[in-house]
């Protein structure tokens, strides 16, 4: 017996529309990504020696990163995905890339202190993400969001001449710190 199927035409309007929407479910993540990507170039353009371009590149990413989550809203197509997604790229782009930024631009000749400090500042981002991504929606963050946190480390960064290496590491100890604190700062 031979089975003759049937597919009923589908309109160019049609294709257009489920493109759109397959797009259109796709833009936050796309932010994101970019996120990531400029993150992932900030450090290796640091592992290459070129800070300012790496300083230049972690403030871009910020500004990916302000506007993954609202397109989301914007959108409706928030997700689990997009905000272990978000979380993954925030580590790469304010915590692995900063870091690195200061470990190579002020804190290599300090040895291992230097790269405990570093390291330090890395693993306090990371739990602070670990610990948002498992608490509830609420009009707050706990504690100094990743995105400030590496945003000020790179302004330290930027500010090298004007400051003494001392206030630098008291900077890094401090933003670590407030990231896993219990400090309450309001979403924007």
């Not at 790179?154 to 001392?166: G, K």
Request: with cysteine; proline share 3%; net charge positive.
């Amino acid at each position: 017996m031979i089975t003759v199927i049937r597919r009923t035409p589908v309109s160019f309007l049609q294709v257009i529309d489920v493109t759109f929407k397959k797009i259109k479910s796709q833009t936050a993540n796309v932010l994101t990504l970019s996120n990531l990507a400029l993150g992932g170039f900030a450090a290796l353009y640091t592992t290459s020696g070129q800070l300012s371009l790496a300083a230049l590149l972690i403030f871009i990413a910020a500004f990916m990163d302000r506007f993954d989550g609202m397109a989301a809203r914007k959108l409706g197509i928030e997700s689990d995905l997009g905000k272990q997604l978000d979380s993954m790229s925030d580590l790469v782009s304010f915590g692995v890339a900063p870091a690195l930024l200061i470990y190579h631009g002020l804190l290599h000749d300090f040895g291992a202190s230097g790269m405990i400090l570093t390291i330090f500042y890395i693993g306090c981002g990371a739990y602070r993400l670990a610990r948002f991504n498992t608490k509830q929606n609420s009009s707050y963050f706990e504690g100094l969001p990743i995105t400030a946190a590496g945003c000020l480390l790179t302004l330290s960064f930027l500010a090298q001449s004007l400051l003494p290496i001392t206030t630098h590491i008291t900077i890094i100890f401090i933003l670590s710190l407030m990231m896993v604190s219990p400090l309450k700062v309001k979403k924007m």
